[in-house]
C-alpha cells in the first residue's frame, strides 16, 4: 500500500538533492560516541558516505520537532509555503516528504538486526505509518505505541483532548534484536495485573480461550468442550485435548456464563510485560520508555543514534548507562552546548563520558541554494 499526490520523489531522487556536508571536530577527543551539530538530513547522508556507518546502527529513536504538537492541513488546495508557517500550520504533503527522505537515509544506515522508533503526532501518525509500511515493509512493523508525554491540548473546539503520542517500531529485518526482558513486577503491579486468588493463596489473572483466527494446526477450532462450543466467527486457541488437560491440573477458570478462561499466575510469570501504553516519569532527565526501547531492542556495544536529540538528551545518557554507543544529532548549537555541559557535570555516571564533537558544515558555496535545500522537503 502506498500514499499518491503530487511531487512525490524517489529515494534515488530525494538522495541526489541533498547537499554533501563535512563534520568537522570540534574537540581533540577519540571515541565511538559522537554528538554532531547541523542538519540532520545532511549528517545522515556523511554517516552513510563519510563515516562508512551503513549496516552499523542498531536502533534509531526518531522525534521530528515538526512532527510532534503540530497543526497538519490536508487539504489539495494550501496556501503559500509562507502563509502556512505564518499561521503555524504545516501542509501534511510537505511534512510527509521531509520525512521520507531521512527514512530513506536511516534505513541504509540500519543493520540487518536493527530497529527504528518513530514519534509521531497521532494526527498525522497513521499517514507516517503507510511511509513506513513503504520503506521498510508492511511485515516489518512491529508496534504502534501509545505515549503519554504532555499536558491535554485541543486541536479542534469540538475534539476530545489529547495527551499522546504515537510511536512506530519498526525492524528492517524479520531478525530484529528482541531481547527478553528479566526484571519482575512490583509489587503494586502484582496487586492490579493478577487480581485474582485461589484456595492456595496464588495470585492470577485469566484469557480468553477464544480467538477470531482458527488454528490449523489442531483444526478443532468448533468442536465441543464440556458441552460448550465458541461463539460464532470464534475458534479454541488451542486443541479440546489440551483444554481438557488444563481443566484436568485446575488451569481453567469458569465465568458465570459458563466460558472457560485460563489461569495465569503471578508466580510462574516474575518477569514484567512491556505493554504498548508507555508514560514517563516526570521531572526526570532519564525516560523509562527510552530505557525499555534499548533494553528490548539493542545489545551490549549496539550503535544508537538519535536524530532529534534535544537539550535533554535522554537517549545518549541512557545508551552511556547501558554500555551502548551513541550518536547524537540536533540542528540546535545550544541544545548540543547544554548536553556537553550535562556530560561535563557528570552527575549521573560514573566515570567521565568521552565523545567526539562534531560540527557538520556545507561544501555548497551558494547559501541561499543551500537554505533552499535545506527546507524544501517542508
Known sequence: ???????????????????????????????????????????????????????????????????????????????????QQQKG??????????????????????????????????SIGHYVKIVMDEIFGADNFRNDISKICHAPYQKHPKA????????LFYTKSSQGIWNEDKRTYALEDIVRLFPKVDK??????????YSPRENFEHKEGVL?????????????????????????DNLIDWTDRQHPRKKIYADEHPTALPYDIWED??????????ELMLRKSSLPNSYILDCYCGSNAATLQTAELLGRKWIGVDES??????????????????????????????????????????TKFF
Open 1 to 83: 500500500m502506498f500514499l499518491h499526490y503530487s511531487n512525490k520523489q524517489s529515494a534515488a531522487e530525494l538522495y541526489n538533492q541533498i547537499p554533501t556536508c563535512e563534520l568537522i571536530k570540534q574537540n581533540t577527543m577519540g571515541s565511538p560516541n559522537k554528538l554532531i551539530v547541523g542538519d540532520t538530513l545532511l549528517v545522515l547522508k556523511n554517516l552513510i558516505g563519510e563515516q562508512h556507518l551503513a549496516g552499523k546502527i542498531d536502533l534509531v529513536y526518531l522525534a521530528p520537532p515538526l512532527g510532534l504538537a503540530t497543526q497538519f492541513s490536508f487539504s489539495e488546495e494550501y496556501s503559500t509555503k509562507k502563509q
Open 89 to 122: 500550520w504545516l501542509h501534511a504533503i510537505d511534512f510527509l516528504e521531509f520525512l521520507r527522505a531521512r527514512l530513506f537515509l536511516l534505513k541504509t544506515l540500519l543493520s540487518e538486526q536493527g530497529a527504528i522508533y518513530v514519534q509521531i503526532d497521532s
Open 160 to 167: 476530545y483532548h489529547t495527551i499522546k503520542d504515537m510511536v
Open 200 to 209: 492456595n493463596g496464588r495470585r492470577y489473572t485469566t484469557i480468553s480461550l
Open 224 to 248: 465441543p468442550f464440556r458441552g460448550i462450543v465458541p461463539p460464532t466467527r470464534q475458534y479454541w486457541q488451542v486443541s479440546t485435548a489440551i483444554l481438557e488437560q488444563w481443566d484436568r
Open 281 to 290: 516519569n516526570k521531572g526526570s532527565n532519564l525516560s523509562p520508555f527510552i
Open 333 to 374: 548549537a545550544t541544545a548540543i552546548q547544554a548536553i556537553c555541559e550535562k556530560f561535563k557535570a557528570n552527575d549521573i555516571f560514573s566515570q567521565k563520558v568521552t565523545y567526539e564533537l562534531l560540527k557538520a558544515t556545507s561544501q555548497e558555496d551558494d547559501e541561499d541554494n543551500l537554505r533552499y535545500m535545506l
